[in-house]
């Protein structure tokens, strides 16, 4: 599919979903060899209940243990960094986005250099009246978001 894409063009960015990593990383399978790669992942952290942000019914995939570290992600991140390979978290929150496991998906990133992209718009607003206002998975990301962009200029 890398290749099919690149026949159009040649320079495009390309998001990979992270599906194989362990088996790359590991060596049963060989890297990616194609340029200005983008590895993906999904992380959710197991939530199941009645969100407090949106004060609905959710549950999502994951565990509430999650951390960098023992998934495994970290050296994932660790392996795509070391071959010019970027990284994205392109899904991660989700219906209730637990400030603990916020932080660490936060951190990490800024630490790591890791592009984020918050799931699903419906779990970080409230409407009422009309009007969407944040709710309080959204004030989390709101002020994660600011925190990874501060002291940053230009």
Known sequence: LIDTIRAQNPKSLIVVFGHGWKQIVSGQFPNYKQPNLVMDAH????????????????????????????????????????????????????CYDEPGYHNIIINFAKSQGIALAYFQAG?????????????????????????I?????G
């Not at 409407?127 to 998975?137: E, I, K, Y």
Request: charged share 10%.
């Open 43 to 94: 992380i959710y952290n197991g939530f199941n209940g009645v969100s407090p942000a949106t004060g609905q019914n959710c549950s999502e995939p994951g565990g509430a243990a999650w951390t960098p570290e023992k998934s495994g992600f970290a050296a994932n991140v660790k392996f795509a960094h070391d071959h010019g390979q970027a990284v994205i978290i392109n899904e991660w929150g989700g």
């Open 123 to 147: 779990n970080v607003t409230n409407t009422v009246a009309g009007a969407m206002d944040l709710n309080d998975n959204g004030r989390l990301v709101q002020a994660g978001y600011a925190s």
């Open 149 to 153: 962009l501060e002291g940053i200029t």
